[in-house]
């Protein structure tokens, strides 16, 4: 979908929930709560807290929705509402949201003799299992980047909206963030070999 | 790699080494989403495997019912007389 058509879409139902129209508001959050979902979980992963802090979006969305200009997808501001409260969140809880990663590991592709055929051979539960428990053992603030760029394919620029950080900073984090998963995926297959 | 750790490397050899590996893992990130048949690269191959972690969704997701609760509660929440838009609103503020 172009970025024309999202936008055209975000307007009209903007305006839909704003004339009252049955269902409108429902179908606006049903469209984004999957979004929602990912930021507040990846920054929070308690189940409950998850589901109260995506409430806690969409009703300031609701109540707020007169702001929306119409410039910008609304994808960016359910996110950018969802970003802060999971943050704020955190905040209470006293849970650092960003850490230093440390890229000084093993080296990656040396240690992995012929990859030619690395995926279809060494892609089962326990790598599955592995990759998943070093994107859990992420900071919140990575484990967030790195959802919202592979699994909302949001781009770059949007997700600088939704956090308020700089593009470069989140180019930077992104990167650190997946070599260190690659660093761990090469380790544990060099261990398991 | 120089410079504090959320920022880009600022020396040329760093900075060519960044963009190397990035180039890399935006690569295999491509690959991966589009099916692509795995080539002979192995630092790409090892990337696609972290991609195709990174795009798996959580487990939990949300209620059925949630958007329609969430709809409900909004609807009460502007049915109150005295609401106006508080300034703090994370939405006003984010």
New interface residues.
Partial sequence: MSQTTRLEEDRALVAAVQAGTP?A???L??QY??LC??VV??LVRN?ED??EL???????????L??YRGDSPLSG?VG??A???GK?HLERKRIPL?E??H?DGPS??EL?P???????T??GDE??RH??AA?EALPPLQRTL??L???D?LPIGEIATIT?LAE??I??????S??L??AA??THMGVAA | MTGPFNNLPSEPEDRAAFEREWQLQERARREQREAHTAGGNPGVAEYRLVSAALRRPPASRPPSNFAHAVAELAALAHARPRWTCASSSACCVA
């Fill in positions: 269902g508001f429902e179908r959050v049903r709560q999957g979902w990912h979980q990846r189940p998850v589901r995506c409430q806690d979006t969409f009703l300031p969305v609701h109540q707020c007169h702001q501001w950018q509402v970003y802060s409260m704020r960003a230093a990663l890229e990656p592709a992995v012929d990859a030619f055929d690395l995926e279809a060494v892609a790598l599955d990759l998943h994107i790195l959802t760029y592979h699994l394919e308020s470069n900073t180019k930077s984090h992104l990167f650190r997946r070599k998963l690659r995926l090469v």
